[in-house]
């Protein structure tokens, strides 16, 4: 699709919006989106397992948020390890789950029928728990990590707006590894 034009190349959230209003066809994003894909578009949207190459081991990159704790006071450092054991409770990740559109961070929340009824009035979730058992930590780059993701997304708009792609890979590959 990139290479016969037919992609759209607009930024992230561009996209998302032309495809809500239905504007465009396909959208391969978050499953943090379902809500709001939901909620916004006038037609049924669906959701599948991203593809994949045939013969090649199918593996998901997994992110989402965290939960740290950087009070230096005991005190507060109390508060917020009791504060963090209670979000991992099943119906808390839940609730957190529901509020953010990411998958529940435990097993215990993922069989929870409070977690199975939403799956069920929200189908766009079934390709994320179906891929589960495929799912790798993702690693962000040490120190910069932002920058380096940012310097890759980059090349990557260079890259399909006409740029030449070994040059440009070299060049933030030197960009990212200077940073780190």
């Known amino acids: 699709m990139v290479t016969d034009k037919t992609a759209l190349h607009t930024p992230w959230a561009q996209g998302m919006d032309s495809f809500v209003k239905g504007d465009v066809a396909m959208a ?45 006071d005991s005190t507060q450092q109390k508060a917020a390890w009791e504060f963090e054991k209670f979000m991992f ?39 994320a728990v179906d891929t589960l058992d495929k799912a790798i930590p993702w690693t962000s780059f040490p120190k910069n990590g932002l920058q380096a993701e940012q310097a890759m997304i980059d090349a990557r708009d260079k890259i399909l707006s006409g740029s030449d792609i070994s040059s440009t890979l070299k060049s933030v590959q030197e960009k990212i590894n200077a940073q780190q």
């Open 89 to 127: 409770k099943a119906s808390s990740s839940v609730t957190w789950s529901k509020g953010t559109g990411y998958l529940p961070p435990t097993k215990d929340a993922l069989e929870s029928k409070e977690f199975k009824d939403y799956v069920g009035e929200n189908p766009m979730l079934v390709p």
């Open 28 to 72: 391969f994003t978050t499953i943090a989106q379902a809500s709001h894909i939901k909620k916004g578009a006038s037609f049924n949207a669906g959701a599948i397992i991203a593809p994949h190459f045939e013969g090649h081991k199918t593996t998901v990159p997994v992110g989402g948020s965290m939960l740290a704790i950087t009070a230096q």
